[in-house]
């Protein structure tokens, strides 16, 4: 029941404190929401080109590999046709 009065006296005491302080709520909006609109815009754009980064692969499907990933993935297909070979 003490939740239940505390609550009720919260939202009496916001709507009061919108009434009395509406012009700043106001300007507190006016700064935020192009400051939330710049800071998700930003974030939609990582997301979207950090997708697009993993679109961009080869045919076979496999990202791009540096040299040395290369050369490590031909050593174990040779490996594998040489185990392939003694079964």
Same mark, same amino acid.
């Given at each position: 029941?003490?939740?239940?009065? !505390? %609550?009720?006296? #919260?939202?009496? @005491? /916001?709507?009061?404190?919108?009434?009395?302080?509406?012009?700043?709520?106001?300007? &507190?909006?006016?700064?935020?929401?192009?400051?939330?609109?710049?800071? !998700? %815009?930003?974030? #939609?754009?990582? @997301? /979207?080109?950090?997708?697009?980064?993993?679109?961009?692969?080869?045919?076979?499907? &496999?990202?791009?590999?540096?040299?040395?990933?290369?050369?490590?993935?031909?050593?174990?297909?040779?490996?594998?046709?040489?185990?392939?070979?003694?079964?």
């Amino acid at each position: 029941m003490k939740i239940i009065i !505390g %609550g009720a006296i #919260a939202v009496l @005491l /916001g709507l009061i404190g919108i009434g009395v302080w509406f012009p700043y709520l106001l300007a &507190i909006l006016k700064g935020t929401i192009p400051l939330v609109l710049l800071l !998700g %815009g930003s974030l #939609a754009l990582y @997301l /979207g080109f950090d997708e697009l980064k993993d679109t961009w692969q080869n045919d076979d499907g &496999i990202v791009a590999e540096s040299d040395d990933d290369k050369e490590r993935i031909a050593d174990l297909e040779k490996e594998l046709e040489k185990l392939k070979k003694d079964k």
